[in-house]
T-cell receptor, first 115, second 110 residues
Framework: NAGVTQTPKFRVLKTGQSMTLLCAQD?????MYWYRQDPGMGLRLIHY???????AKGEVPDGYNVSRLKKQNFLLGLESAAPSQTSVYFC??????????????FGPGTRLLVL | DQQVKQNSPSLSVQEGRISILNCDYT??????FLWYKKYPAEGPTFLIS?????DKNEDGRFTVFLNKSAKHLSLHIVPSQPGDSAVYFC?????????FGAGTRLFVKA
């Protein structure tokens, strides 16, 4: 049982380049999330999904797109990377929305540096 | 507008003593409050939670206290151990959203 995995672990991009971050979970969770973590800012929600084929915007969605074509996968895309997108990105999943205290399970993170 | 605030970026405690991490929130509609622990180069992991209808929840060395009138919660770790050194995130969930605080880095000195 791998839990939540993220690919890649680390990436360096030049401004304007594009890339896709892959998240996979093997817990059959309905809910999946993408966060970014920046110093002094905590975890900020970028986009989330409440089930296969659905996506919704979080707190900081600009410059990112997502897709949830399969229940176990949640992809985060950067179409034209900017230095402000240098961050650590975490994917998470949960079986519920959190209204009953359901916890989120996090991946190990992807460190992205945009030059 | 930060709905969940952890005002102490870091805390240093001697091994064996009590660690108290604090968290304040602004929205009365949150249903649950959670604490996550994060080690370097790893993702956060769930530690302990409390429902908004309770004022205390205990799990081994970890206890979370909730003061709804003050919109304040705290995590107590007794006794603190060097392995507890990590970043602790406070989170509040409600209305299909979970909002995280900025985190407090705990150092437990041996």
């Amino acid at each position: 049982n791998a839990g939540v995995t993220q690919t890649p672990k680390f990436r360096v991009l030049k401004t304007g380049q594009s890339m896709t971050l892959l998240c996979a979970q093997d817990m059959n969770h309905e809910y999946m999330y993408w966060y970014r973590q920046d110093p002094g800012m905590g975890l900020r929600l970028i986009h989330y999904s409440v089930g296969e084929g659905t996506t919704a915007k979080g707190e900081v969605p600009d410059g990112y797109n997502v897709s949830r074509l399969k229940k176990q996968n949640f992809l985060l895309g950067l179409e034209s990377a900017a230095p402000s997108q240098t961050s650590v990105y975490f994917c998470a999943s949960s079986y519920g929305s959190g209204v009953k205290g359901e916890t989120q399970y996090f991946g190990p993170g992807t460190r992205l540096l945009v030059l | 507008d930060q709905q969940v605030k952890q005002n102490s970026p870091s805390l240093s405690v001697q091994e064996g003593r009590i660690s108290i991490l604090n968290c304040d929130y602004t929205n009365s509609m949150f249903d649950y409050f959670l604490w996550y622990k994060k080690y370097p180069a790893e993702g956060p992991t769930f530690l302990i939670s409390i429902s908004s209808i309770k004022d205390k929840n205990e799990d081994g060395r970890f206890t979370v206290f909730l003061n709804k009138s003050a919109k304040h919660l705290s995590l107590h770790i007794v006794p603190s151990q060097p392995g507890d050194s990590a970043v602790y995130f406070c989170a509040a969930s409600g209305g299909f959203k979970t909002i995280f605080g900025a985190g407090t880095r705990l150092f437990v000195k041996a």
